[in-house]
Nanobody, 125 residues
Framework: AVQLVESGGGLVQPGGSLRLSCTGSGFPYRNHCMGWFRQVPGKEREAVATMHPGSRRTYYTESVKGRFTISQGDAKNTVYLQMNSLRPEDTAMYYC??????????????????WGQGTQVTVSS
């Protein structure tokens, strides 16, 4: 079975950094799309950062540009989200997502087949 497992969330002060990791198993990870989404209670899940490995194109939501970086591990089944200069408004449950077929840069939650269980990020002093 396909499985995505996230780690790296936690409590951090404003201005701090966290690195989220997501490791996938259960399907070939050669040409898949992967991304990071976040959700707060009462709001829709939004794309934070996504990537298209074939073209190396990336997408970032406007509020995280210049602060967050998405990257893929050497083993291709791991994706990271380096988060710097964290703000209280970054507080959310963060989810890793993957889609086996990657025709382009995918930025909508409905475009992803597989999801991790989520890792909580809380930015507070």
């Amino acid at each position: 079975a396909v499985q995505l497992v996230e780690s790296g969330g936690g409590l951090v002060q404003p201005g701090g950094s966290l690195r989220l990791s997501c490791t996938g198993s259960g399907f070939p990870y050669r040409n898949h799309c992967m991304g990071w989404f976040r959700q707060v209670p009462g709001k829709e899940r939004e794309a934070v950062a996504t990537m298209h490995p074939g073209s190396r194109r990336t997408y970032y939501t406007e509020s995280v540009k210049g602060r967050f970086t998405i990257s893929q591990g050497d083993a291709k089944n791991t994706v990271y989200l380096q988060m710097n200069s964290l703000r209280p408004e970054d507080t959310a449950m963060y989810y890793c997502a993957a889609n086996e077929f990657c025709p382009g840069l995918l930025t909508m939650p409905t475009q992803y087949q597989y999801w991790g269980q989520g890792t909580q990020v809380t930015v507070s002093s």
